[in-house]
């Protein structure tokens, strides 16, 4: 029987941060009224004339978002139209979506932002590789320019000559995460300091991979609650790129956009299943060493860190539609509206993997999705899910080209993605309606101490 409780992808989570609407964005003292990044107002808080406003309790939770309830201020902010903006002063923001802040570094955490952060509406994923005549030298300026311009970006810092593409907006949970592919420790001469989890992952029978749009010597996770927020991330970053590094591929993705629902739920992906519920948690006893890389790991550049399995899974939307809702339901092992296990109770509720019908037959089946992941069947490999949906238009057979960005976290690859995908692959009954059609493993060291960058101590060890 399943122990654990669901984690869901909206709950707050210690990295991020509700920085209250009113906090101006540090460019305020310096930049100029209309110069990149100026706020085009002053906040309420700078003018002093908080508004108070009524807000509906539907409305505030569904704006709470990736933040989480316990960052909203509410009464100093909020509403469409505040009192403030009716006698004309300042008006007030619609939400804090906007100026929730990601912490490049968690206070008390060594990991990257964008692992624990609650999933964000907007994400990009690209890929570089190194030019032919960048060496660890090159690679490690890149990697000094990228994490500085990433911790400004996050902050809310519009950069030098910046395109002005997210001057109104606040950081919107940005978060942007680096992570090293196997092939960057042989374009570097670290080859002796690439870690065994960095192993290629091995073939499986759904594979259809495509070369071009996998692996990379560099990769980059980039979220955002605000789609021109993150694309900003993404030119400014890959433009910094240049002459080091370039694009090897690029994916997109989305994921719900806080406030859309009426309360903090789990997301939905494309073939409409609640998805996301029984991830660990991280204040699960065991979330850090399943997730990150142990304090006393030999590989000492990546005690903190963790491991990242990206795929691009393509779902066979047509098939799967023409599924009977039942049918859906024991492919998965779950209920489509609730998301409960199918053998009763809530989203909440663990299954009971052990419970029969009155045929004898399992009421979860013995192929569906959740019973085949659990860490129960899988002794106890655990990952944490943070994917993001994708659509890139229609296939010239008109099916769409759409499924899931899969990325998983995990300390060790082969204990986890691996033990996890192999049972999958061998009779999963999600299996058929799926294409993995990209595949990529990246290490992701851990966040720098301020003033350093990500990778210092492998690039400069
Ligand atoms: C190798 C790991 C996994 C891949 C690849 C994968 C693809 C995939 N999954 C869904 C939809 C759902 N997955 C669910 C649960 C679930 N999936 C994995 C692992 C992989 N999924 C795990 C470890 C679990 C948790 C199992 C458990 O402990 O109960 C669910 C159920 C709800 C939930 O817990 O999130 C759904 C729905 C899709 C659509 C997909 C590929 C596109
Ligand atoms: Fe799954």
Not at 20 to 41: D, F, K, L, N
Not at 154 to 167: L, W
């Amino acid at each position: 029987m399943s122990t654990k409780k669901p984690h869901g992808n909206r709950e707050a989570t210690p990295d991020a941060k509700a920085v209250p609407p009113q906090t101006p964005r540090p460019e305020t003292a310096t930049s100029a009224p209309g110069a990149p990044g100026a706020p085009s107002a002053p906040s309420a808080a700078a003018d002093g004339a908080a508004p108070t406003v009524e807000l509906s309790r539907r409305r505030l939770l569904g704006t709470v978002g990736a933040a989480g309830a316990a960052g909203l201020v509410v009464g100093a902010a909020g509403g469409v139209i505040g009192a403030s903006a009716a006698r004309g002063d300042a008006p007030a923001p619609l939400t804090t979506i906007g100026s929730t802040r990601v912490p490049f570094r968690a206070e008390r955490a060594a990991h990257q932002a964008g692992i624990t952060t609650p999933l964000q509406a907007s994400g990009h994923l690209l890929a570089f590789d190194l030019a032919p005549d960048a060496g660890r030298k090159a690679a490690a300026a890149l990697l000094r320019r990228w994490t500085r311009t990433a911790q400004d970006l996050m902050e809310g810092r519009a950069p030098a000559h910046d395109t002005a593409v997210a001057a109104d907006a606040g950081p919107s949970s940005l978060t942007v995460t680096f992570g090293l592919g196997h092939s960057f420790f042989d374009r570097t001469g670290l080859t002796k300091q690439r870690p065994v989890q960095l192993d290629p992952l091995p073939d499986f029978s759904a594979d259809a991979l495509d070369p071009k749009r996998s692996n990379g010597d560099l990769w980059l996770q980039i979220g955002a609650d605000d789609a021109l927020v993150a694309f900003h991330a993404l030119r400014t970053l890959q433009k910094e790129a240049a002459p080091t590094a370039r694009l090897r591929w690029q994916m997109n993705g989305f994921n719900r956009t806080p406030g859309a629902t009426d309360r903090p739920m789990t997301t939905r992906n494309l073939m409409g299943q609640i998805d996301g519920t029984n991830n660990p948690k991280p204040s699960d006893p065991d979330f850090d060493t399943r997730i990150f890389v142990d304090r006393d790991a030999d590989t000492t550049w990546m005690r903190g860190g963790s491991y990242a399995v990206v795929r691009r899974i393509r779902m066979l939307l047509d098939d799967w539609e023409k599924r009977p809702r039942a049918d859906q339901e024991k492919i998965i092992g779950r209920r489509k509206d609730t998301g409960a296990p199918l053998t009763g109770g809530d989203e909440t509720t663990p299954m009971r993997l052990d419970a029969n019908r009155p045929d004898g037959l399992p009421v979860i089946p013995a192929n569906a999705h959740a019973r085949i992941a659990a860490p129960e069947t899988n002794q106890g490999a655990a990952l944490l899910r943070r994917p993001f949906s994708y659509h890139d238009g229609f296939r010239d057979d008109g099916a769409p080209d759409a499924g899931l960005l899969f990325i998983c976290w995990q300390a060790d690859p082969l204990r986890a993605f691996t033990q996890i995908q192999r049972k999958l692959d061998r009779g999963d009954a999600l299996s058929p309606f799926l294409r993995h059609e990209a595949s990529g493993l990246y290490a992701v060291p851990p966040a720098p101490e301020s003033g350093g960058y990500v990778a210092q101590p492998l690039l400069e060890g």
